[in-house]
Nanobody, 114 residues
Framework: VQLQASGGGVVHTGGSLRLSCAAS????????MGWYRQAPGKQRELIAT???????NYSDSVKGRFTISRDNSDNTVYLQMNSLKPEDTAVYYCNVVPSQIDYWGQGTQVTVSS
């Protein structure tokens, strides 16, 4: 099992990034998938979910700025991040929802400079 997040980087406030997650898990199309993030000194939090049927949900902190999507043809989950703020600085991970401990990958670092 492997969920590899990529696409992070350093951007200025107001910038955009698109994260990708390649998921090597069985029955991907039937899984609810999520993007999580962990900022320095804080707990990991779920910020965006896309269900197996394609419905989406967002935390209040990213609603209206981030968009989660999935492509079941190649087992990939995306996170389009717009209007980035310094408080979005974190390591971003993908996992199923609810998360499974053995599915955590290394994540991808997003740094937003002011």
């Amino acid at each position: 099992v492997q969920l590899q997040a990529s696409g992070g980087g350093v951007v200025h406030t107001g910038g955009s990034l698109r994260l990708s997650c390649a998921a090597s898990i069985s029955r991907f199309r039937f899984k609810h998938m999520g993007w999580y993030r962990q900022a320095p000194g804080k707990q990991r939090e779920l910020i965006a979910t896309v269900t197996a049927l394609g419905s989406t949900n967002y935390s209040d902190s990213v609603k209206g700025r981030f968009t989660i999507s999935r492509d079941n043809s190649d087992n990939t989950v995306y996170l389009q991040m717009n209007s980035l703020k310094p408080e979005d600085t974190a390591v971003y991970y993908c996992n199923v929802v609810p998360s499974q401990i053995d599915y955590w990958g290394q994540g991808t670092q997003v740094t937003v400079s002011s």
